[in-house]
């Protein structure tokens, strides 16, 4: 005689096996290292940055093609380094006066993260560039390298007034003339052409595409 478990009856439910669990365990291992590494490793936060500026710049450049008008790229310095995405309807060539409906996007970078400050005496960080990827020397300089103010403006055509380099990095904690994370740089290597690319800097190779 055949006995056939009626469709109400419940079912023995199968646990874990002790090798099935310890896959998944090495598996939330692997990924909360990953997580953890890339809060606390210095480099990747300016990674970080870097790679916001860089998709910031496009996006900059893509909405003055779309709205047919100059958009301004307005960096900052101070406690916080950041930027500002705006409309210059004033043409004074910043976003500081702008209406709050003109400000497209407002920047702050974390803070561990800021401008590559070259002004204050000694003249370069330690362990850090002594010039840009172009080649121009950082003495006196803040980190924003262009022929003018500390801005980029981005014209319907998709073309830039500027060209120049934005570098960025971390200093250590407690000096922050010291490099602690390797500096990167964003560059706008033609204005006619608005090209952007990342470098990176290494204190065996000095600077190299990313």
Request: glycine fraction near 10%; charged fraction near 20%.
């Amino acid at each position: 005689m055949f006995l056939y478990p009626l469709p109400f009856q419940k079912r023995p439910v199968q646990g874990f096996t002790l090798i099935e669990l310890s896959v998944v365990m090495a598996i939330v291992c692997i990924l909360a290292t990953g997580v953890v590494y890339m809060y606390s490793n210095p480099t990747a936060k300016v990674k970080g940055a870097a790679f916001a500026i860089l998709t910031d710049l496009n996006w900059a450049r893509s909405e003055a093609v779309n709205r047919n008008r100059d958009v301004l790229v307005d960096f900052t310095l101070g406690g916080r380094d950041g930027y500002l995405i705006c409309l210059d309807t004033d043409s004074d060539k910043d976003c500081n006066n702008e209406a709050a409906g003109d400000i497209i996007k407002a920047v702050l970078f974390r803070e561990e993260v800021q401008f590559y400050d070259c002004i204050s005496a000694p003249p370069y960080p330690e362990g850090g560039p002594t010039k840009t990827p172009a080649g121009t020397t950082l003495a006196g300089k803040n980190g924003l390298i262009f022929g003018g103010p500390n801005y980029i403006k981005w014209q319907p055509d998709g073309t830039s007034s500027d060209n120049g380099s934005i570098i960025m990095y971390h200093p250590a904690r407690n000096n922050p003339q010291k490099v602690k994370g390797d500096p990167y740089a964003a560059v706008i290597s033609s204005a006619s052409t608005g090209r952007i690319r990342l470098m990176r800097w290494r204190r065996q190779n000095g600077w190299s595409k990313k």
